[in-house]
Each structure stands twice: as C-alpha cells, then as structure tokens.
C-alpha cells in the first residue's frame, strides 16, 4: 500500500531500507550538562527502523543555546554522550544524521551566564519564548531577550565553534551532518530579510544573506567530506518572528548554491505545522525541478500525503516527526497501515523524564496486551 515510502533509498552513499525518515525533534531530555544521556540513546534506539533518523538540534557553544537541557556538541562530555547515542543506533541497524545549530536571539541569558543572545542585527523576536532553567531546575518558559548584533569577529568565533562541532560529531560516530538553516533560528536570521539589516558582506542582498549559511556548509563538508552534508531550511516560515518578502527567492538562491555542490539532501520542513500554508503540489514540482539532488521533505505529512510526493516525484523521502514521538515503530505501523499511538501534548518538553519518551508502546507491545 506504501510501496514508495516502504522503498530503499540511497542519500549521503548511505543505503537505506525505507524513505520515512524521523525529522528533528528537541525534547529538552539531556543531562545537567547539557549532554545526550543513555536515556536518549534508549530512545534514539527505539526508531532505528527509520530509513534515516535526523537527530534534534545540538548546540555549537553555550551561547548558541536556545532552550534549557538540550544537548549540545562542544563539550567532551557531550561528544561523549552523541556517541552513545550513534553507537546504539547503528549497533539497532540505523543510520543518524547530527543536526547542528546556533539558536542565536531565540534565546535568553539565562541560559549564558548573563551574555545577551547573538543574532544578525539588534532586534527582538516579538511574541516569542525560549525555554530556561527554572527553581527547581524544571523547565521555564519565558520571553526571549532583545539580542547583540554579532561584528564581524563573532562570525569568525562561531564559523570557528560550527567547525569544531562537525569534528566532534565526527568523531561521534555520525553518518551524515545537517546545516540547520531552518525554524528561525541563527542561520535562518541571516537568511531573512527582516532579521538581517546588516550593512555588511552578510547583509542586504540575497547572496550576501546566504553567505553565512553557505559558509557553514562548506565548513561541514570540510570536515565530513563531500556529499555527506544536507540543508534543512524552511521556506515561507512565519514563527519565530520570522517574516521574510524574499523567502521565494532566497530558496531558489540556495537551491542554485547547493546545486553547484554535491549536498547529501535538502530537507525542505514545510510551514503547514506552524500555521502556515501547506505547500501546493505546483510549488513542490518547483524545487524538484530546480534541484539536482535529493529532497526530503517535512510537515504535517501523513502516509497517505508521503506516498503521494514520492509517487509524484517530488521528494525522495519523507520526514515525520510527531508521528515518530508516538510510535517509536513507525515505520511497522506504516507497513501494517496502522493503528498509531496518540501524541501526548503534555510530556513533549519534559527535563529528564522517561514517561512520553520511553514508554510509547509498539504495535506488538499492543497486541500482547489484547492477547
Ligand atoms: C517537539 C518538536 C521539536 C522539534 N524540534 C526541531 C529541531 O530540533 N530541529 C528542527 O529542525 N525542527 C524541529 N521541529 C520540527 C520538526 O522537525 C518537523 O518539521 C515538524 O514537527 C513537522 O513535522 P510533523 O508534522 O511530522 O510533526 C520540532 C517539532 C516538534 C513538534
């Protein structure tokens, strides 16, 4: 019934069995050193049959933090941590790419011993929150701060902080690395025209907005090697304070960008989840045209809706991500053509807490219990 979505594929030289792929999903479950933990590879583990998992967003630097307990990658404890998470993802026959990201003014100082959040130019993200530590070390979700306007030396630093992060992954074990130019947040800031106003080579036009996600790129591919690197971006996004006129022609630029390279994939997440409009079948055909490698895509995709986009050739691969919280089998309940586990709202952000990350049952753990 899902024969497209229940094909092989190959991204990144990986040989993988099935195109239903976990999208990233930060859960707030790290360590008190903001280091992935054995519970995280227990649940990483758990949805190994996924073609591909792309893990939640790690952080590059402390001030690259946009939300209490997630777990970054410039620590040795924390490279430490991702490694266990990759090892008991390959050793369930899985294949990981590692997110990596800069929150920048999706943020608070709070979370930087006191140091204002970073972004392209000084202007606050209205109406939006971040989560940081609160009393008693739960989770406290407050408004973001007005951020510093990186200088041209910052950008040095964190093209710096990227690097060393892609080598730490690297020597974690991960298959594949992600730019994380989506969601609004560092990269993505530079990207859109009403968070970038610089006046310099990363501000104003298209390509001079580009040029630091790009930059990133071309870091990551310096460190993993060429074609093991994907992009994920979200064109037409509108949270996060995100409001861009030129998001149409900036997702051209950077197909045109990328196809002079040889990425792993371009991960396209879809605005429908936010709010936005879901793209139409005409704006799909768009960017398959346009882009010379492999697409997946993300968004309040259904089996149904993933067939349909594989079928029609637009992606190559579909990324869930609430469905994969809930049903750590996915992929078996696909196959089956369900039933699914419902998402429960209430556990999603939880500092440390097993129930709602651990205990989704599987389908056979269902059918035991009706036996
Ligand atoms: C709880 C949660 C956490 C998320 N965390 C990330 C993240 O760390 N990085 C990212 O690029 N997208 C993140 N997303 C977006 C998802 O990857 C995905 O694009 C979105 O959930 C839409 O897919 P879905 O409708 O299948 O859930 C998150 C979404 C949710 C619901």
Not at 71 to 94: F, L, M, N, R
Not at 95 to 110: D, E, M
Request: hydrophobic content about 40%; some cysteine; overall charge negative.
């Amino acid at each position: 019934m899902f024969e497209k979505l229940l094909s092989p594929v190959e991204i990144g030289g990986l040989k993988l069995p099935n195109r239903i792929f976990m999208a990233p999903l930060t859960r707030n479950r790290a360590g008190d050193n903001d280091e992935a933990t054995e519970m995280n590879a227990a649940h990483y583990a758990q949805r190994a049959t996924a073609g591909l998992i792309v893990t939640e967003s790690m952080q590059i630097s402390n001030r690259a933090q946009g939300y209490a307990y997630t777990p970054g990658i410039y620590t040795d404890v924390q490279e430490a941590g991702w490694k266990k998470v990759v090892d008991a993802v390959h050793a369930a026959g899985g294949h990981i790419a590692g997110q990596i990201y800069h929150a920048g003014r999706i943020s608070h100082s709070a979370l930087h011993g006191g140091l204002p959040p970073q972004a392209p130019s000084a202007l606050i993200a209205e109406n939006t929150k971040c989560f940081i530590r609160g009393e008693n070390g739960d989770l406290k979700f407050v408004p973001v701060e007005m951020p510093e306007a990186v200088t041209l030396d910052d950008i040095k630093v964190i093209l710096d902080d990227f690097k060393k992060a892609a080598q730490r992954a690297v020597r974690a074990g991960f298959d594949l690395l992600e730019v994380h130019a989506a969601n609004g947040y560092l990269l993505h800031q530079f990207l859109s025209s009403n968070t970038n106003i610089r006046t310099d080579q990363y501000g104003g036009s298209i390509e001079n907005r580009a040029r630091l996600a790009l930059e990133v790129y071309d870091t990551f591919v310096g460190v993993i090697g060429d074609g093991k690197v994907g992009m994920r971006i979200s064109p037409n996004f509108n949270i996060n304070g995100i409001a861009d006129q030129e998001w149409e022609a900036m997702t051209f630029y950077l197909i045109g960008e990328l196809n002079r390279r040889n990425p792993a994939y371009l991960h396209i997440a879809e605005p429908s989840w936010v709010g936005g409009d879901a793209f139409t079948d005409a704006f799909r055909s768009k960017i398959r045209e346009a882009f010379k490698g492999k697409i997946i895509l993300a968004g309040s995709y259904t089996p149904e809706l993933a067939e349909h986009v594989l079928e029609a050739g637009f992606a190559d691969a579909v990324a869930f991500g609430r469905r994969f919280i809930a049903n750590p089998d996915f992929v078996a309940r696909v196959k089956h053509n369900g039933p699914y586990n419902e998402l429960d709202k209430k556990t999603i952000y939880r500092r440390g807490m097993a129930h709602g990350y651990l205990d989704y049952p599987t389908l056979a753990d269902v059918q035991k219990e009706g036996a």
